[in-house]
């Protein structure tokens, strides 16, 4: 009888497993690197997302060029959006990336910020004029130019082409103090450790420490365009659909909100 009972207990506990299951694994969060401009957007349209389905993505934000080698390294990100064409087309030439997925997602537009309780210059606006040189080093009055990498990072390449159109890159050149991204940039000036800054306007309005002084045109540098694209190396079964609801209206409210513009968008022209 016991060694009945005992049978009868084991084939019990044996046959729990098939009835209940093991509990249902979490799906793996979507791997997203992103440039660092684009921070308050995207985490309030992942935010979105995650709302409307349960999912989840995890952001990594940095410098474009950055985010570029460590995917064309083999970091395990399943999107990519670039704040310039041109490091989605190094990632894209590295093999790095899934043909057929990119498209071109934002644009923005570039400004001079100060911080937000200071006076650049006599007057409160400064001119992008012929001799934006001499005007921009008495703003300075000795102090620093905060700008993203001039070299390497979208933000900083995009301002350089802006100095460089309008006469002013060789005067100020010597004081630029150059940031490893466009947010640490903005919180140089924001923190009042460069009395001005070249950021987007979506960086200018995410903070209250920093005021616009002018608004650079659109023809001073080349077009600011951000690319979004699937990684060759994702195998996350979510990112297409992740990608997918970046293009939603939903989520392009949650873009427009910060100041960008969604190429393809109704009344964007383009």
Do not use: C
Request: charged share 20%; glycine share 8%.
């Amino acid at each position: 009888m016991a060694i009945t009972r005992r049978i009868w207990l084991a084939a019990v506990l044996a046959a729990l497993p098939l009835v209940s299951g093991p509990p249902a694994l979490a799906a793996e969060p979507v791997v997203v690197f992103a440039a660092a401009s684009l921070k308050n957007a995207l985490d309030d349209a992942s935010a979105l997302w995650t709302k409307d389905t349960g999912k989840t993505a995890r952001i990594s934000y940095a410098g474009s060029n950055a985010l570029a080698k460590q995917i064309e390294a083999g970091a395990p990100a399943d999107l990519f959006i670039s704040a310039d064409e041109a490091w989605m087309d190094y990632a894209e030439k590295a093999g790095a990336i899934r043909p057929g997925s990119r498209f071109n997602f934002l644009r923005n537009s570039l400004v001079l910020i100060a911080p937000a309780g200071a006076n650049a210059g006599s007057d409160p606006q400064i001119a992008l004029a012929p001799d934006l040189g001499t005007t921009l080093s008495k703003a300075l009055a000795g102090g620093k130019l905060a700008m993203a990498n001039t070299e390497a990072v979208p933000a900083g390449k995009y301002g350089k082409a802006a100095l460089d159109k309008l006469g002013g890159w060789d005067a100020v050149k010597g004081q630029v103090a150059q940031a490893e991204n466009v947010r640490a940039a903005l919180l140089l000036v924001a923190r009042g450790e460069a009395p001005l800054g070249i950021v987007y306007a979506t960086d200018a309005a995410a903070d209250r420490g920093v005021r616009v002084v002018a608004t650079f045109p659109s023809d001073s540098h080349p077009p600011i365009v951000y690319p979004a694209a699937l990684t060759e190396d994702s195998r996350n079964p979510d990112a297409e659909a992740l990608l997918a609801f970046l293009k939603s209206a939903p989520a392009r409210a949650a873009f427009e909100r910060q100041g960008f513009t969604v190429i393809g968008a109704p009344g964007s022209g383009h």
